[in-house]
């Protein structure tokens, strides 16, 4: 377990496009992203920073409103 989580922000150089054209899909008949960043750290390249702050998920209409919440909160809106 970990207190670290994977935000989804990825930059990539031009390199990438040719990762991506050699990945086989997945079980589920998609490129995963995760198979690039696998990749890149098998050329020992990834790269990553740890940013200050937080995060929440903001992927439902609820957890969107509760981190509006959340901000609004911070701010004393």
Request: net charge neutral.
């Amino acid at each position: 377990k970990s207190d670290y989580a994977v935000t989804g922000i990825y930059m990539y150089d031009k390199k990438v496009f040719d990762i991506a054209k050699a990945l086989k899909p997945s079980k589920r008949g998609e490129l995963e992203i995760t198979d690039v960043n696998n990749e890149y750290i098998k050329l020992g390249q990834m790269t990553f920073d740890v940013m200050d702050g937080w995060w929440t998920d903001c992927g439902t209409h609820e957890s969107l409103l509760r981190a509006n919440n959340l901000v609004a909160k911070a701010r004393n809106v």
